[in-house]
């Protein structure tokens, strides 16, 4: 497929690209800076970074934050990232909202305000994010200073990112004037829109709110050229989260857009991936020395957002007992072969094949559409060159791929980073955060345009029968992209368990492609990438998910194979053990991972005794796991009883029901699947500590069982009161905790519905030092919401947003198959519930959004969760 492009420029030199597309009532906008990381100077790394943040902190127009508020209550979402190329602002929004898109965007380019408070506040959040995404994960500085200090020399191309907590600590505003002054211009961005919009009316709207914008003299492009490297270096990595070594290994890559490069990208796409790679079965399968391998170029960022050297890199995550020197020389073993005879023909097609689904896989979505056309036009060129590009990748050679390979991964010049777990050491104490001043009034500036009426989404026409087996299906023929998308869920979760089965679930779904009669696991797993599918299942309270996304004309060779396996997994002995034996290892790791700790600690708070509180099998459990039990567990669970199958994509009607029936039609009917018991009264409110050594931050939980399912009628006064609360960077507690106090990097509040009621949750990560009064802020948001009436426009607000975003959801094949699945399991049918859940929702009241909440909502009964390092946990116990 060819992604319709146009272009043009204005006069002060901001460049347009338009990609029209009227199938859905949405408008995507990315607008790309030519300035990231590589434009910081030493002293302060991380500051393109930190003013993406004073980006959203107000204009001559436009209050601190407003932009989001703006956005989201027409229906739309925005955010925004940095990379060492390039910081780039996006949102897709109903089309009615473009024209403001567009005027705040504009005013953010040339009437930013920034204040000491704003600088204040943004400075602690960029900390409590430096401290979430990297300080508290393992093996997350190693991917990034670790692999910049092996292969690069330059300060700019070695440097993270996200930057050093000194440097952030330390900016001032005359930094943030300076930088906004000598980068942010017309005359270095693009602006791309991708959706409902004709290019005249692209003109018109960048001419008037662009078009006044005046070019500025811009900073000059640093040197970001490396010397040749000379020799290997080694950077040894001790981290204290860590629980297995990793070794990573990269080489300097070849220039963008040579033959090398296409070439090498082609490589590492061979390299990556599970069973189909021929690294992971040198390093998992025969030299048992990893849990997983994986290879990406580039290393840091995407080819479409390429400036200056790159990295080719090698990822080896290690079983604790490897000795990190000895899966370095299976590597380079496994390197001199391939250096030797080539890549398979085999594996180059498979590679290509994948790279293919990938590419069109991406072009769903109309967000990824205009982000990749605004980096591609600001960083490489004409974005015609995109479909160039794509070409040249499936021209690559066996030869001219060897070739490459001996080019670059041949030389001296590597880079080795050994990733070694060593205990917890005491950190020193961090600076005190220093008071955000007040904040100083602001005059009034002019209003936003006018938003029109949001149009209504047009419903896909559905078909729904039933196969022989009586398994239901749900189908809606889409053309737009040569995909499809399955969705098949299975009544063999946690739930289904019996007695002494512990684990059964987990492994039945894990194993469940790794034999079938006459196929192993690497056949299976090569058979579906070189049909261009990519296959996953998860293993869920209640159910099993089968997701399969693929090339539409290999539906009819993918069919039988997927439905062949599901009917007869025979769960050899061989890879039990190594299932049994990696998980193992892996939750070493996983059982120091907070999100983990803090979801096992909820099961047992909320559901303790019941199906739903089923903890992750321990130890013992997983090594009692046996190949006879899998096969009885799929016998008596895999079935068409209980299961729903939905399937989204470009087949005629005719021609899926032909091939349904022929697979998965064959699959055997069963007996209607046990329903879960009633859910006991949850037990009395109380605060749990769960100790995690060498935690940068306390994780909090706020969470309870309610008596709710999507078919009661309080169900849509709770989705609006659940979004007021947690459900976007506009919601209370988003606002209340970072906006206000910077306390966190996020906040928000989820539900997840099940068949006897529904779990609901809210978190954060802050800081130890104000862990027990953000916990007392949460609560007391949850409070005010059972207590005190929603003002009107908080409430059109959150209704707004609720109803632009699941259009938007419905305006990709992905989207649309996640929705369809989720209504029908949820006994909503979709036919009636995608015309009357937009109504529903709007006609949500303020009196129902408190009575709903205090219905729900028990502080007495709401669970609180705490992970951190003990000093901080025995704190917050004081408070």
Known sequence: ??????????????????????????????????????????????????????????????????????????????????????????????????????????????????????????????????????????????????????????????????????????????????????????????????????????????????????????????????????????????????????????????????????????????????????????????????????????????????????????????????????????????????????????????????????????????????????????????????????????????????????????????????????????EPPEPPTPVAPPESRRASGAPPPPVGPMKRVRPPRLTRWRLANGLPVLFVRDTRLPLVELRLSLAAGKAAEAEGEAGTSEAAAALLFKGAPGRGAAEIARSFASMGFSVSIESRRELALLSASGLARNLPRFLPEFARILAAASYPGTEVRLWREQTLERMRQARQDPDFMAGEALKEELYRGHPYGRPFPSDGELAAVRGVALRGFRARHFRAAGATLVLVGDVSLRRARRMLEASLGRLDAGAAPVQAPPVPPPAPARLRAVERPGSRQVDLCLAQVLDLRPRDPDYAAFTVLNHILGGSSTSRLFMNLRIDKGWTYGAYARIATLTRCSTWVADAQTRPEVAARALAEMRREVSRLREEPVGAAELSAAKRYLAGTFALRLASLEGMADTLWKLEIDGLAPERELAAWVPRLEAVTSEDVRRTAARLFDPGRTAAIAVGEKAALASLLRA
């Open 1 to 426: 497929m060819r992604l319709r492009v146009e272009r043009f420029k204005l006069a002060n030199g901001l460049e347009v690209v338009v990609a029209p597309d009227p199938a859905s009532p949405a408008v995507a906008v990315s607008l790309t800076y030519r300035v990231g990381s590589q434009d910081e100077r030493p002293g302060l790394a991380g500051f393109a970074h930190l003013f993406e943040h004073l980006m959203a902190q107000g204009t001559r127009n436009l209050k601190p934050r407003e932009i989001s508020s703006l956005i989201e209550s027409n229906g739309g979402v925005r955010n925004a990232y940095t990379m060492k190329t390039n910081t780039t602002y996006h949102s897709v929004v109903p089309t009615a909202a473009l024209e403001l898109v567009l005027w705040a965007e504009a005013d953010r380019m040339h009437a930013l305000r920034v204040d000491a408070r704003a600088l204040a506040l943004e400075q602690q959040v960029v900390l409590e994010e430096l401290r979430r995404s990297y300080l508290n994960q393992p093996y997350r500085r190693a991917q990034t200073e670790g692999m910049g200090a092996a292969v690069f020399e330059r300060f700019e191309n070695r440097h993270p990112t996200i930057g050093d907590a000194a440097d952030i600590r330390n900016a001032r505003l005359a930094d943030v004037l300076a930088f906004y002054g000598s980068h942010y211009a017309p005359n270095n961005a693009v602006l791309a829109l991708a959706g409902d919009v004709t290019l005249a009316r692209a003109r018109r709207l960048a001419g008037r709110y662009f078009g006044a914008v005046a070019a500025r003299v811009l900073s000059p492009r640093p040197d970001v050229e490396e010397p040749a490297p000379a020799q290997e270096r080694r950077v040894d990595f001790p981290d204290p989260l860590a629980k297995l070594p990793r070794l990573m290994v990269g080489w300097r890559a070849p220039a963008r857009g040579s033959r090398d490069y296409w070439a090498l990208m082609v490589l590492a796409e061979a390299l990556s991936g599970g069973e189909e790679s021929p690294l992971h079965q040198e390093l998992v399968r025969r030299g048992r020395l990893a849990l997983s391998t994986g290879a990406s170029m580039p290393w840091w960022t995407h080819h479409t957002n390429a400036r200056g050297p790159e990295i080719f890199g090698v990822d080896v995550l290690l079983k604790a007992s490897a000795d990190p020197q000895a899966a370095l020389r299976s590597l380079d073993a496994f390197l001199r072969r391939l250096l030797r005879r080539g890549l398979g023909a085999s594996d180059l097609s498979r590679a290509k094949t994948q790279i293919e689904f990938q590419w069109l896989n991406g072009l769903q979505f109309q967000l990824e559409r205009a982000r990749m056309l605004s980096s591609y036009a600001a960083l490489i060129g004409d974005p015609a060159g995109l479909a160039q590009d794509l070409s040249r990748l499936a021209a690559v050679s066996r030869p001219g791929l060897r070739a490459a390979a001996r080019r670059w991964l041949a030389g001296p010049g590597r880079g080795i980073v050994v990733v070694r777990p060593v205990p917890p050491q005491p």
